[in-house]
């Protein structure tokens, strides 16, 4: 069943999901719209994230929680240990002996996820995609941050502070579970408990990239609008095939989903996206790549700055034609200051990346520097 909680319009599942009985194993499955989304996944393995550690995982690998894309569902595949699920599961926990055979109340499993960029997380989903009877009754979410790659060992330390972001909730079978998070400081790690075992097919951890400025400063040049320097796609005309965000995540395309891509127009507008930069930065030149983008690259493209939310947009790049499938550098002439960044398509189709090459100001470097000290780190 679904229910909403007092203090929040996201809608909870409890309960199992009916056994499989044949056709779509999605056909059934609950889910529904959760605002925080809209935010890039900073347990995405594309920014480097990874699944680090469990306490066991005896019948499904803990690294199938941050694998890309739903989780697969095979009726038929069994091996020596049973059914072969798409996610993270774990062994029947047990009690003491045959006077108490079940597990306490504090029994639990867990995962150590290291998230691929430190950041503020808005909002985390427990995926229990087809596991209908053999999910967690419940499930918590604890957070901290450690500095450089800390081991299993050093997380689990007694002097290591953990911060609960989802309290022991109780969870629906072949479910998105999903929880907003209200806890404004930037972490780097997570530990994702199960009470007391079972299945969780995906873990999604939303939220907002806070970069460390004495790196980015070490960098000097560096992709003052990429996801993991602390870019964020703010808005865009148009999002019917793949999200905005993806035009500033890490390395080159792949396939064309990789990229942002719009609906045919049929009328004289145009497309585009606006994005907030990691902070206030000077821009030298710039990449537009539409890579694997080739019947439906844009035709031509702009690009525009401005400098504060109230800034006026000066256009840094004039319209000009783009060829499909191709990467396109232009060294600017002038150095464009600002904090935002729009790119026009003309008049519709998608690029796969842009990229914005430069440096934080003074300016820009404070206001980072304060950011991070607002959020403890």
């Known amino acids: 069943m679904a229910a909403s909680s007092e203090n929040s319009q996201i809608p909870r599942f ?30 995405a393995r594309t920014l480097g994230a990874g699944v680090i550690a469990a306490n066991d995982e005896f019948f499904a690998q803990r690294e199938n929680l941050l694998v890309a894309g739903r989780a697969e569902f095979d009726p038929e595949h069994f091996g020596h240990k049973g059914k072969i699920m798409d996610g993270w599961e774990t062994r029947r926990r047990r009690g003491t002996g045959p006077e108490h055979p079940w597990p306490t109340a504090e029994d639990h499993d867990w995962a150590l996820v290291r998230l691929g960029a430190p950041g503020v997380i808005r909002g985390i989903v427990v995926d229990t995609a087809h596991f209908r009877g053999n999910y967690p009754q419940a499930v918590s979410v604890e957070a901290t941050s450690v500095a450089g790659a800390p081991t299993p060992e050093e997380l689990l330390a007694p002097d290591v502070k953990w911060t609960t972001l989802v309290p022991r909730t109780a969870v629906g079978g072949h479910a998105a579970n999903g929880f907003e998070v209200d806890v404004r400081q930037r972490f780097t790690h997570l530990r994702v408990n199960q009470h007391p075992d079972g299945g969780i097919a995906r873990l999604r951890v939303h939220g907002e990239v806070v970069p460390d400025p004495q790196w980015l400063a070490t960098l000097g040049t560096f992709d003052v609008v990429a996801l993991a320097n602390g870019g964020h796609a703010e808005d865009a005309s148009n999002l019917f095939y793949s ?45 537009i790549d539409t890579a694997y983008l ?78 991070r000290a607002e959020l403890g780190a």
């Open 14 to 43: 409890t309960g199992d999901a009916s056994p499989y009985g044949g056709g779509d194993p999605y056909a059934d499955y609950r889910t529904a719209d959760f605002p925080f989304t809209r935010y890039a996944d900073l347990a």
């Open 243 to 287: 999200p905005a965000s993806n035009t500033i995540q890490p390395g080159y395309s792949r396939k064309m989903d990789d990229g942002w891509e719009t609906r045919r127009r049929r009328d004289n507008g145009n497309d585009w996206i606006r994005y907030q930069l990691v902070a206030q930065a000077q821009i030298r030149a710039l990449e």
């Open 294 to 371: 080739k019947g439906n690259s844009a035709g031509w493209a702009s690009v525009s700055v401005k400098d504060g939310a109230d800034g006026d947009w000066v256009e840094v790049l004039p319209r000009t034609r783009l060829q499909p499938d191709t990467n396109h550098r232009f060294v600017l002439d002038t150095p464009a200051v600002g904090t935002h960044a729009r790119v026009d398509i003309y008049p519709d189709g998608g690029i796969s990346r842009l990229r914005l090459f430069g440096s934080l100001t003074e300016q820009g470097t404070a206001q980072l520097a304060a950011r």
